[in-house]
């Protein structure tokens, strides 16, 4: 069972997304399950990545860290469809992305990709929020306070 987990070090409320049939929904009854995470554009990715959360405790800025081990976009099968350029977050509002992501190797293969996305303002964070909601409904992933 693959878990998806968000860390709120700085904040005060601490959450985490996990595998769940019958989470609440948090009062967000308008989005669409719509949405994906993209390294090559077109290309989804299939992997759920491990992401953890920070966040400043007034609420000004904030840190995303993706960790995905395997991900489909190193299957050779995928190669044709281009390179790397960044990290593409897309759902029914649109896209936000990042350029800073980085391939762990292990004997000269691919493993893993590291990606950090920073939000610097709170409206960044309500936005990638209500992606994370999206991404989590289209992953069969519930959103849960801790």
Aim: charge should be negative; hydrophobic fraction near 40%; proline fraction near 4%.
């Amino acid at each position: 069972m693959k878990f998806l987990t968000l860390i709120a070090t700085l904040a005060p409320l601490a959450s985490a997304f996990a595998p769940s049939s019958s989470s609440p929904r948090l009062g967000l009854t308008s989005l669409s399950a719509e949405a994906e995470i993209q390294f090559v554009k077109g290309l989804k990715e299939k992997v759920v990545p491990d992401i953890k959360l920070t966040r400043a405790r007034d609420g000004s800025s904030g840190v995303a860290t993706f960790q995905f081990v395997s991900p489909n976009v190193f299957d050779a099968s995928t190669a044709e469809k281009g390179e790397i350029t960044g990290m593409f977050m897309i759902d029914d509002e649109g896209e936000i992305s990042t350029t800073d992501v980085n391939a762990k190797f292990a004997n000269g293969k691919p493993q893993a990709i590291e990606s950090t996305f920073v939000m610097k303002s709170a409206e960044e964070w309500d936005r990638f929020m209500r992606f994370m909601e999206r991404y989590g409904e289209a992953n069969g992933l519930g959103f849960s306070k801790a």
